[in-house]
């Protein structure tokens, strides 16, 4: 199975700030790379895929990057909506995994 | 505006079975895949199982092959997911979710239900 890791579990931010989250994978995923938000009590939405491409209606202040195995997500400036849990997930190949979560917190 | 509500959940004991149902609306139904993703108190997402739109090819997590079957009438704009031989750590949200527009690789999800919720104990 392909195992994916984020980086950081955990980060403080405060709004107005740029944060990236990082997302790697064991092994070589192409562009196979999509980004989901989660906020509490809720199902998870999707962000972006395919690595970059932004979903509609998501703001373009979203913005994913990568390819084989290194992926980010970066927030250019947060807004107090986008305190969340976010997950990577890879759909190169079943079974399709997740990585762990970075929960992004307010400062 | 489409629509995903998941019913079924519960409370089984261990070595029990359950039946989730998800009926969607709001899509073409039998143009897209499905699956099912859970997630467990306090933890992260875990994709469980997907289906094909003709429901012709099924794939699983290694953790629930052979004890869950995932399934879909696509008269009734509905799949299930049957769970047998439950175990506690099975417990979780069960997430209904419609696989997103693609032309290859596999699921990602665009559209998710409020989740039903399993729960295995004694």
């Known amino acids: 199975d392909i195992q994916m890791t984020q980086s950081p579990s955990s980060l403080s931010a405060s709004v107005g700030d740029r944060v990236t989250i990082t997302c790697r994978a064991s092994q070589s995923i192409s562009k196979f790379l999509n980004w989901y938000q989660q906020r509490p009590g809720k199902a998870p939405k999707l962000l972006t895929t395919?690595?970059?491409t932004l979903q509609n209606g998501v703001p373009s202040r979203f913005s994913g990057r990568g390819s084989g195995t290194d992926f980010t997500l970066t927030i250019s400036s947060l807004q107090p909506e986008d305190f969340a849990t976010y997950y990577c997930?890879?759909?190169?190949?079943?079974?399709?995994?997740f990585g762990q979560g970075t929960r992004l917190e307010i400062k | 505006e489409v629509q995903l509500l998941e019913s079924g959940g519960g409370l089984v004991q261990p070595g029990g079975s359950l039946r989730l149902s998800c009926v969607a609306s709001?899509?073409?139904?039998?143009?897209?895949?499905m699956g099912w993703v859970r997630q467990a108190p306090g933890k992260g997402l875990e994709w469980v199982s997907g289906?094909?739109?003709?429901?012709?090819?099924?794939y699983y997590t290694d953790s629930v092959k052979g004890r869950f079957t995932i399934s879909r009438d696509n008269s009734k704009n509905t799949i299930y997911l049957q769970m047998n031989s439950l175990r506690v750590e099975d417990t979780a949200v069960y997430y209904c979710?419609?696989?997103?527009?693609?032309?290859?690789?596999?699921?990602?999800?665009?559209?998710w239900g409020r989740g039903t919720l399993v729960t295995v104990s004694s």
């Open positions: 395919s690595a970059s």
């Open positions: 979710a419609k696989d997103a527009p693609r032309s290859d690789g596999y699921f990602y999800f665009d559209y």
């Open positions: 997930q890879q759909s190169y190949t079943t079974p399709i995994t």
């Open positions: 709001g899509f073409s139904f039998g143009s897209y895949d």
């Open positions: 289906i094909s739109n003709t429901g012709i090819h099924t």
